[in-house]
């Protein structure tokens, strides 16, 4: 199946419930643009410096999602023009996207990502962690970030209950926090879901998933 068929599959299978992401981490610029030629905006890249690689490469109306394990001092990298910070696990990392937006005259906006896995090689916060971060007063001092939802990446497994259950949890949580009242929190977000999964995860409610090889395929470059 070509991309640009591969994403019309998916879009019609999303039936606008959920926004798509192309994962494009590894992929060369050649299949991005054959992928934004489909229609895709939306591309998630995992590490920083492939992204600002990329980034010029391509249509100026890309919207980029950092979507993996972000470290302070990457930010500066991705301040200038990141769309959405999918990976914010810790305040510390929220005032440094704060610092460096500020840099640029920016607000980025940010999910925090939530640990749901039964897996202690992902990354995120606990449920706790998160209304802990989001009924913080320093948040108060951060203009320039504005916390948009949550993200999470459910456990490696063919067991689909499992999956689903962690993804229903998840939204448990964010539908519980919606009503949060921050200048710089407006939750309406929620990205979960990957290629194995994506379909589980808009059943539960998610509004954007993060798709790789169901389109490019599971070949490395």
């Known amino acids: 199946m070509t991309i640009e068929a591969s994403i019309h599959h998916i879009e019609q299978q999303l039936a606008g419930q959920a926004a798509l992401i192309a994962v494009t981490k590894t992929k060369p610029v050649n299949l991005l643009q054959e992928a934004y030629d489909a229609g895709c905006r939306h591309f998630g890249e995992n590490r920083v ?9 391509l249509p100026g109306d890309v919207r980029w999602h950092q979507i993996g394990h972000l470290q302070t001092n990457k930010v ?3 301040a200038p023009f990141v ?16 610092r460096q937006a500020r840099k640029y005259n920016r607000v980025i906006d940010c999910l925090l990502q939530v640990y749901i896995a039964d897996e202690e090689t ?6 706790e962690e998160v209304i802990d971060l989001l009924q913080s007063p320093v948040l108060d001092e951060l203009p320039n970030i504005r916390i948009t939802g949550l993200m999470g990446i459910a456990t490696n497994t063919d067991d689909d209950a499992q999956i689903r259950q962690e993804f229903k949890s ?17 939750l309406r977000e929620l990205s979960m879901g990957m290629s194995s999964d994506y379909l589980i995860a808009v059943e539960e409610g998610s509004t954007m998933v993060r798709v790789g090889s169901a389109i490019f395929g599971s070949r490395s470059v």
């Open 83 to 98: 769309s959405l910070i999918e990976s914010v696990d810790s305040l510390k990392l929220l005032e440094e996207i704060n």
């Open 122 to 127: 992902k990354f995120g916060l606990l449920p």
């Open 49 to 57: 410096q492939e992204m600002a690689e990329k980034q010029p490469q």
């Open 76 to 78: 500066k990298y991705i």
């Open 170 to 186: 998840l939204k448990q949580l964010f539908d519980a926090l919606r009503p949060v009242e921050r200048p710089n929190v407006s």
